[in-house]
Nanobody, 126 residues
Framework: QLQVVESGGGLVQPGGSLRLSCAAS????????IGWFRQAPGKQREGVSC????????YYKTSLKGRFTISRDTAENTVYLQMNSLEPDDTAIYYC???????????????????WGQGTQVTVSS
């Protein structure tokens, strides 16, 4: 059964860091591209970052570039989202999602992914 499970969320002070993990099971990262998304209360879900199935292409929401870094460990079948210099506006539920790749160097930040995790809460507050 194909599944992605997020972990690593929590409460952090402004300026702090968190690393989220997205553990994949039932498939290999080489066949799927992975996206990170977030949804704040009262707002639409938005794309944060994605990584292609060949690992060579990465995209970020423009405003997050420089603070967030996506990476993956194919041996662990896990994708990470390192978040630095966190701000209160980063408070949201963070989701990872998987979509079978037909083009190895492609990923997208739309929400058209077939497989979603349950999300992990990130709260940035003093």
């Amino acid at each position: 059964q194909l599944q992605v499970v997020e972990s690593g969320g929590g409460l952090v002070q402004p300026g702090g860091s968190l690393r989220l993990s997205c553990a994949a099971s039932g498939f290999t990262l080489e066949d799927y591209y992975i996206g990170w998304f977030r949804q704040a209360p009262g707002k639409q879900r938005e794309g944060v970052s994605c990584i292609s199935s060949n690992g060579k292409n990465i995209y970020y929401k423009t405003s997050l570039k420089g603070r967030f870094t996506i990476s993956r460990d194919t041996a662990e079948n896990t994708v990470y989202l390192q978040m630095n210099s966190l701000e209160p506006d980063d408070t949201a539920i963070y989701y990872c999602a998987a979509e079978r790749s037909t083009i190895p160097n492609m990923c997208v930040l739309t929400t058209r992914y077939d497989y979603w995790g349950q999300g992990t809460q990130v709260t940035v507050s003093s």
